[in-house]
């Protein structure tokens, strides 16, 4: 390598062809789970391809603004940024949502909760009226956007403990055209909330707090703490929440993500609030990630 690019720090140039970049890309990024693969997203991600566009192009040039890009990008993944964070923004059931460093970066896992919802509005007849859905702790909004977005007929309070968190959502509502539909509340579970909703929507922090030292570092160190953090025993605001659920939701359903493992703990707290029907739904690694009740107070 020319020293003045290596003083620089400069490891791409603009003469680079993309499998070159590929390659390289891969080498560097050794010690990560799919080192190809992750290579093959970095790289189209800097030359603003998709994947198709890379693999029917291997031999075209980097071009200087990619190279610069693919530089930097790949700085921030070496230490175990998400790219999804690097690009600041992430699909979520097939709409594009912003980041920002107060909000979760959304799974794909949580579509199973649009997919639940869907399901139940089926049953429900919410397909033919007006009806209103919370969201607590909206993050970037996935879930109630999403809704809305899906629901011509539906109205939005989302809430969130952090007010960074609220702004990002109202931006994505915005760009994604469901901003006359929404309201935005900074609230901690259901507290000052007010209104009654027919459907409660939810992706509380649910991890134990002592687990949290042991995540991959992709979440541990880029996801926001109060976006993960459930307390003790992962439970707490789950508790908080289902605690106010005769007033939020005196008819309808409440439908939260769990985490591994906690199906059947909040489908107990939900059973200690006599809710008259339990469902659960799977995500595409078979681990029970919704759980909904339907309530009747
Ligand atoms: N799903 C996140 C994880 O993988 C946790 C998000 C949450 O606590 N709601 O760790």
Redesign the pocket.
């Known amino acids: 390598m020319p020293e003045a690019s290596m003083r620089s720090g400069h490891k791409f140039a603009a003469e680079d062809s993309l499998v070159d970049a590929v390659v390289r890309s891969a080498a560097m990024l050794a010690g990560f789970d799919e080192p190809r693969r992750e290579a093959r997203r970095l790289v189209a991600a800097a030359a603003e391809m998709d994947a198709a566009q890379l693999i029917a192009a291997p031999d075209s040039k980097l071009g200087a603004p990619a190279a610069l890009r693919l530089d930097e990008i790949l700085v921030r993944r070496l230490a175990h940024e998400p790219l999804s964070r690097i690009l600041g923004s992430r699909e979520f059931f097939g709409r594009e949502f912003a980041l920002s460093s107060e909000t ?1 970066d959304p ?1 794909p896992d949580t579509e199973v909760l649009i997919e639940a919802a869907k399901e139940l509005a089926h049953e429900e007849g919410w397909y033919d009226r007006p009806f209103h859905l919370i969201d607590v702790g909206t993050g970037t909004g996935i879930l109630a956007i999403t809704m809305l977005a899906e629901f011509s007929n539906a109205t939005a309070l989302a809430t969130d403990i952090s007010a960074q968190a609220l702004a990002t959502a109202q931006s994505n509502a915005e760009r994604l055209g469901v901003a006359d539909r929404i309201r935005f509340l900074e609230a901690r579970s259901l507290k000052g909330v007010e209104g009654s909703f027919d459907l409660l929507m939810s ?5 134990v707090s002592a687990d949290i030292g042991t ?1 991959d570092a992709e ?1 541990r160190l880029y996801d926001p703490l109060a ?2 953090d ?1 307390g003790p025993d992962g439970l707490q605001v789950y508790r908080e929440i289902v605690a106010d659920l005769s007033h939020s939701v005196p008819q309808g359903w409440a439908l939260f ?1 769990v ?1 591994a493992d906690q199906a059947s703990d909040v489908a107990g707290l939900l059973k200690g609030q006599e809710v008259r029907e339990l469902r659960m739904w799977k995500d595409l690694g078979n681990h029970t990630r919704c759980v909904a009740g339907r309530t009747q107070f």
Do not use: C, H, S
């Open positions: 979760l799974r992706n509380p922090p649910y991890i995540l979440v976006a993960l459930g993500e985490g």
